[in-house]
């Protein structure tokens, strides 16, 4: 642990193998990173070698600065090597429909995101309130972007029973003041692709870009594909696709964070970039939102792509295909559960039908078992669901998450559902946003196990049953707080 009187600044510094031990104490709190069974926010191969070939290259060019690629080639170099296989690999490239695709390498794929959006408001300088269409199972990040760059939101609904926006309700959000149409592949909450081809016409056909937003799925989706899964077109292949985004550190499994933001041509990406002339020094000219940025994750990410080739990703797409497979069925023999959608990649989602199975208790079950899931919250008509990413490394503990499932459901049905106090419930139900004051969030936070405590409470039933009955902006501003309770300064 800390040393609670010192922080990380003491007077006198502290011994390298000291520093080291402390790290490995913190570490030991998280969630486990490897071994297959956390279904959520890391993506193992589970390829031996892998991380120190990775961690060793990532040392190699760790003080290597991306400002500027004229002083640092080497960097240069790995970057258009990574965008051209993502290119390549997503239908652009010589001798495709595509053949001019560009790209830029970014810090993870809401940069990626916030890009895509920029460059399409900023190549529309006549349009004082620019707006995008977004179906409402598209990635959060897509919000976060339209904030940070004032950019009106217009949602698209999904089909409860497809989780797919209809292509009418798209054509009939855009309007003269639309910038950007999104479509995911697939969308990351459960998994399920959108109709693409069908997206890119309607938006094509009303003079708009249109970004696919395949940070999840673009590096798993050409592999299936390859081993036979029936993969509808969703890259450059398709016309009126003008970007496309994925993430590396997610199955391309380089580490955290690497994505690659493609544009169809330059004069598509030419919005995205940043220049500035107009002071003293030297003129500032940025391809992604950070300017100094550390060589250490592209390294890592050049070489793990060029380590594992494509027959590795093949080989590990099968992998866990066949792990999804498993789960799927796993979830299926379980009285009360059901999927919320057949898997199309490499997710497994699925709900309770029964009233007497309480999905957050599930989860906690589950989590004591040491299956770390990922609960997803009632939005809109659709259910509170569990979110399973599975990742190659899962295929060898298949067999034992089936058992671990039912034992998880048939404790959670002994447990019941959580029983908030009927107060509190009404209150969720009533209370704005800007009612809630310190006290009142100092209160229900200890109510929930959040109070005085250091990090999150082991289970979290409780809390997520809170937030599934508050309304979206209430949800979003008691998240808000219960998160800024957990992150104090250590003095």
């Known amino acids: 642990m800390i040393d609670e009187t010192a922080g990380a600044l003491p007077i006198a510094g502290v011994p390298a193998a000291r520093v080291l031990d402390e790290i490995r104490g913190l570490r030991a709190g998280d969630r486990p990173t490897h071994g297959g069974r956390l279904f959520a926010y890391v993506y193992d191969p589970g390829v031996a070698g892998l991380d120190e070939l990775a961690q060793a290259a990532h040392a190699e060019s760790a003080h290597v600065n991306g400002l500027d690629p004229t002083a640092f080639p080497s960097l240069l170099a790995m970057e258009n090597a990574l965008v051209g296989a993502a290119a390549r690999l997503l239908g652009g490239g010589p001798g495709t429909s595509a053949p001019d695709v560009v790209g830029s390498v970014t810090g993870g794929g809401t940069e990626s995101l916030l890009l895509a959006v920029k460059a399409a408001r900023d190549a529309r300088p006549d ?188 080989r590990l797409a099968a992998r866990t295909r066949d792990a999804v497979a498993g789960l799927a069925d796993a979830v299926r023999a379980v009285d009360g559960l059901r999927l919320l959608a057949e898997p199309e990649s490499t997710v497994v989602c699925f709900t309770a039908d029964d009233p007497g199975l309480d999905l957050f208790v599930l989860v906690d079950e589950l989590t004591a078992r040491g299956w770390h899931t990922q609960p997803q919250l009632a939005y809109a008509g659709l259910p509170a669901s569990v979110h399973l990413t599975v ?74 049953t809170l937030l599934d009955a508050a309304p979206v902006a209430l949800r979003e501003r008691l998240l808000t707080e219960f998160v800024g309770l957990l992150q104090r300064p250590v003095w």
Request: contains cysteine; neutral net charge; proline residues 10%.
């Open 127 to 314: 349009l004082a309130e620019p707006r995008i269409v977004v179906p409402v199972s598209g990635h959060a990040a897509f919000a976060k972007a339209a904030h940070y760059l004032r950019v009106a939101l217009d949602p698209v609904p999904v089909d409860p029973v497809t989780l797919r926006p209809a292509v009418a309700d798209v054509a009939a959000a855009i309007r003269p003041e639309t910038v950007l149409v999104v479509a995911s592949a697939p969308s990351y909450a459960h998994g399920v692709i959108d109709p693409v081809a069908e997206i890119a016409a309607v938006a094509a056909a009303a003079g708009v870009r249109c970004h696919v937003d395949a940070c999840f799925g673009g590096w798993t989706l050409p592999w299936l594909r390859r081993l036979g899964a029936p993969v509808p077109p969703f890259d450059f292949a398709v016309p009126g696709v003008t970007s496309i985004s994925v993430d590396l550190h997610k199955y391309a499994y380089a580490p955290k964070g690497v994505s690659v933001l493609l544009h169809r041509d330059s004069a598509l990406r030419a919005p995205q970039f940043f220049a500035y002339g107009d002071w003293p020094g030297y003129t500032m000219v940025n391809p992604v939102v950070a300017s100094t940025r550390s060589g250490g994750p592209i390294a890592a990410a050049y070489a793990t792509l060029r380590h594992l080739g494509e027959d590795g990703y093949l």
């Open 391 to 464: 990742t190659a490394a899962v295929a060898p503990r298949v067999a034992e998450f089936g058992p671990a499932l039912a034992e998880a459901a048939t404790a959670a049905r002994a447990a019941g559902p959580v029983a908030l106090p009927p107060e509190l419930l009404a209150l969720a139900g009533s209370l704005t946003p800007a009612a809630l004051t310190p006290e009142l969030v100092a209160g229900l936070a200890a109510g929930l196990g959040l109070g005085g405590t250091v990090g999150a409470p082991e289970r979290m039933a409780a809390v997520n």
